[in-house]
């Protein structure tokens, strides 16, 4: 290829690159007259390299302010005023010249948008009646938009309350101190509680409240301690939940309450003991002894042993009527042992007539065990008229003994069949 040639290669590529360029900014103008700067930024940065083409470094430079701008806008819409005024400080250094008016535009709309805001909350606080929230956030929304008369009415209204609640608020102070001077600490409670309301949370009067508040919750709880161990458990109810009315939650206070229920349970409990216990339920009368025993109430602790020994004579006595009951129907065995339970748990002490009856049993128990030992050495004998009176002799003794009774029955059933024809 001739030089002549390279030449003219070189400056055609060269044309066309620039009309290229040309008509890439020329889409980017279109795009930027349209508002479309993100767009417009996008076909610039196709458009060739900025450090060649000053045209395009300026295109460049401008459309990325005016994407700066719509952010701030954006945010503005958003509802989010402050974050638009946090970015314009660092913003405006940068700012071509031109962009002056648009920038304090936005950054008055940010500002009126902000005291609106403040604005609002400032009259929900009104009307909540949290004045001093209310002042907090009007003096907060005039100073970000001083034209707002609103906002501006509401704080003078708000700040003259203040001062008349200011001045009420010392009234209740100082009556409070005349009454703890006459020792009136209720109605002096009641009157600082009236003044830290007005003067607030960081007030003397709320000191003064809350001092006099544990003073009395310990006073309360001192009384229901002394009511709990005289046994009062009325008046110690009435003093406890008023310590709780004044200091919630506290763990003194709560162990009292859980006393005070124990000692509640516990007396219910030994009523139901006795009542089971005069009923005749000895084993109610158990399981609610053993209730009393885990409340653990030493006061209650006499009363309950008398309904143990009570109980303990209900089921002695219970056990010696089933054992005459066994020993009238010649249950002679079942008798004896019951007898025997009574003097296991009567501890050897004796019990009624026990002794006496259970010395007799033994003695027929002896019997019909000879006389059923005689009845099986005839049976072995096949002497059927022997083993029949035996047995009979063992019933008569003890009509539980072995299986005496079975055998007779069957002896007897045998007499009672037809004889066979």
Not at 126 to 139: F, G, V
Not at 195 to 214: H, K, M, N, P, Y
Not at 286 to 309: C, K, M, N, P
Not at 395 to 400: E, G, P
């Amino acid at each position: 290829m001739s030089y002549l040639r390279k030449v003219a290669l070189l400056a055609i590529t060269a044309a066309w690159l620039a009309a290229c360029q040309s008509t890439a900014m020329e889409r980017g103008d279109s795009a930027f007259r349209s508002g479309n700067y993100v767009g417009a930024w996008a076909i610039y940065q196709e458009a060739g390299d900025p450090a060649e083409n000053p045209a395009l470094a300026t295109r460049l430079a401008r459309t990325r302010w005016f994407m700066i701008e719509d952010e701030l806008l954006r945010l503005l819409a958003l509802d989010e005023p402050l974050r638009a005024l946090n970015l314009l400080p660092n913003l405006a250094t940068g700012a071509p010249a031109d962009r002056a008016p648009a920038l304090a535009e936005i950054q008055a709309r940010a500002q009126n948008q902000l005291g609106a805001q403040y604005a609002r909350a400032g009259l929900a606080a009104i009307e909540a009646d949290l004045p001093l929230e209310a002042m907090h956030y009007l003096t907060l929304a005039v100073a970000w938009n001083p034209g707002d008369e609103l906002a501006a009415t509401a704080l003078a209204r708000t700040v003259a309350r203040l001062e008349r609640e200011g001045e009420l608020g010392t009234s209740f102070y100082f009556e409070g101190m005349e009454h703890m001077r006459q020792s009136y600490d209720l109605r002096a409670r009641t009157s600082f509680h009236h003044a830290a309301v007005l003067l607030g949370e960081d007030s003397r009067a709320q000191e003064r409240f809350e001092a006099l508040t544990e003073d009395l919750a310990e006073q309360s709880r001192s009384e229901a301690r002394l009511y709990l161990d005289a046994g009062l458990l009325g008046p110690a109810f009435l003093s406890i939940r008023t310590a709780e009315r004044m200091v919630p939650e506290h763990p003194e206070t709560l162990g009292l309450m859980q006393r005070l229920d124990a000692e509640v349970r516990s007396a219910q409990a030994l009523v139901g003991a006795d009542l089971a216990i005069r009923g005749g339920y000895a084993k109610r009368a158990d399981q609610i002894l053993e209730e009393i025993a885990v409340f653990g109430v030493a006061e209650h602790a006499t009363e309950a042993h008398s309904l143990t020994l009570r109980n303990d004579e209900l089921k002695l006595d219970q056990a010696y009527k089933l054992g005459r009951a066994f020993e009238l129907d010649e249950q002679v065995l079942h008798a004896a042992e019951q007898y025997r339970e009574i003097q296991r748990r009567a501890e050897g002490f004796g019990w009624q007539d026990t002794e006496l009856r259970l010395s007799n049993l033994q003695q027929r128990i002896a019997a019909a065990t000879r006389a059923f030992d005689a009845a099986l050495a005839a049976e072995a004998a096949a002497d059927s008229g022997a083993y029949r009176s035996h047995l009979e002799d063992t019933v008569r003794f003890a009509s539980d003994y072995e299986d005496a009774l079975t055998r007779l029955a069957v002896l007897r059933a045998a007499d009672r069949a037809p004889a066979p024809e």
